[in-house]
């Protein structure tokens, strides 16, 4: 590893370890400041027949949701505030991953690279990093695969992701250059087995598993599988696909699909293919895959792996996140909260209660 690329790597640990409770409330203010500004701009130009900015304000304040989460995801335009309290928005979880989430856990998932890198058991597809990265090198990644998948390094929610080919050394060129900017990674393009693939031929189509993993113990908490659609590359929903939660017990796809529109669909919209009854190929294998991942470094307390089935079946890793949202796949489609299951578990898992955490006040104590 390069000088330059072990300072960065330590300056971003040192920004981790030394948050502090004024850094979450400077957090905090930009959030209500950003969440607020969304919202009023929203009713204004989509007009809905639901809810009122005021009642968002209430709805805010109480449980930080964002416009999309009372409006769309969790519909508390419709919810009295008992049924509201059932739910862990994406900002109270993210409250408590920064404060119960290990900084060095947190580093390796944030930096795609190293997380290839840590994670290699899980991972068979070819892959470089645009660290010192030669152009004879780069020209002979991109003319050795039919497709290559460039990622920025620390990108998140399938933004800035391309997908490119080979056309010739100039463009190549003028590729490497954008590469070498933007520190990226590149990843020869792999495909989902047929029954997967069968979704939407044109993107991966993940599988998510969230996981609460300590003290030698790991539960799946939740899962889901996702689709592109409209001819798109990318499978996230943020980034326009679709998805459906899966039984974690059996493997078999629970509901419709959903987009992040609130948008139902029993089929998918480009192939027709039903979601809901799908069962997932190679379930087990997932499961035990997701199980020896979270005991694969020390203190992986939360998880959402994103993973493939490849048409030989075996199981690959894509992607991990450190913080993994709740909004997609076992909150919204249902439309019931999981707060108080994902309480349980982690008192059972890591053995605290993880909601005062989510209190700009609580102080902090190092889990073990």
Same mark, same amino acid.
């Given at each position: &590893? ?41 009713? @204004?130009?989509? #007009? ?22 009372? &409006? ?32 060095? @856990? ?44 460039? #990622? ?26 954008? @590469? ?46 996702? &689709? ?49 009854? /799908? ?50 796949? &076992? ?10 299951? /994902? ?17 700009? /006040? ?7």
């Amino acid at each position: &590893m390069s000088l330059r690329k072990r300072l960065s790597l330590k300056n971003s640990l040192r920004k981790l370890l030394n948050w502090q409770p004024a850094d979450e409330y400077r957090l905090r203010l930009a959030e209500r400041k950003l969440f607020f500004a969304e919202a009023r701009r929203k009713f @204004v130009t989509e #007009k809905p027949q639901h809810g009122s900015f005021r009642d968002y304000k209430r709805a805010f304040r109480r449980h930080r949701v964002t416009y999309a989460e009372y &409006m769309y995801s969790y519909e508390f335009w419709r919810l009295d505030e008992a049924k509201r309290n059932r739910f862990l928005s994406t900002s109270e979880a993210q409250c408590i991953y920064r404060k119960a989430g290990d900084a060095k @856990v947190r580093l390796v998932f944030k930096n795609k690279a190293l997380f290839l890198n840590t994670f290699s058991d899980f991972v068979t597809r070819d892959w470089i990093s645009s660290e010192e990265l030669p152009f004879e090198t780069f020209l002979q990644f991109i003319k050795r695969h039919e497709g290559i998948i460039l #990622k920025p390094n620390e990108g998140t929610r399938g933004k800035g992701i391309e997908k490119i080919h080979y056309q010739g050394d100039e463009e190549a060129e003028a590729i490497y250059r954008r @590469v070498m900017q933007n520190r990226c990674i590149l990843e020869e393009c792999i495909t989902a087995c047929e029954e997967i693939s069968a979704f939407h031929p044109q993107s991966l189509n993940t599988i998510r598993v969230v996981t609460v993993s300590g003290k030698g113990k790991c539960e799946l908490f939740g899962a889901l599988i996702r &689709m592109g659609a409209g001819g798109s590359f990318v499978d996230n929903t943020h980034a326009g696909g679709i998805y459906a939660p899966i039984d974690i017990a059996t493997g078999t796809v629970m509901t419709d699909g959903m987009d992040a529109h609130n948008r139902h669909f029993p089929k998918h919209p480009d192939t027709g293919k039903p979601i809901k009854g /799908f069962i997932v190929p190679h379930w087990l294998d997932i499961v035990e895959t997701c199980r020896r991942a979270s005991q694969h470094i020390p203190n992986i307390r939360f998880a959402g792996w994103d993973l493939c089935v490849l048409p030989n079946g075996k199981v690959e890793i894509i992607e991990g996140n450190h913080a993994p949202d709740f909004d997609g796949g &076992m909150q919204a489609p249902l439309k019931t909260g999981v707060k108080f299951r /994902f309480q349980q578990t982690v008192k059972e898992v890591l053995g605290f209660d993880p909601l005062p955490l989510i209190s700009i /006040f609580h102080k902090t104590k190092k889990q073990g």
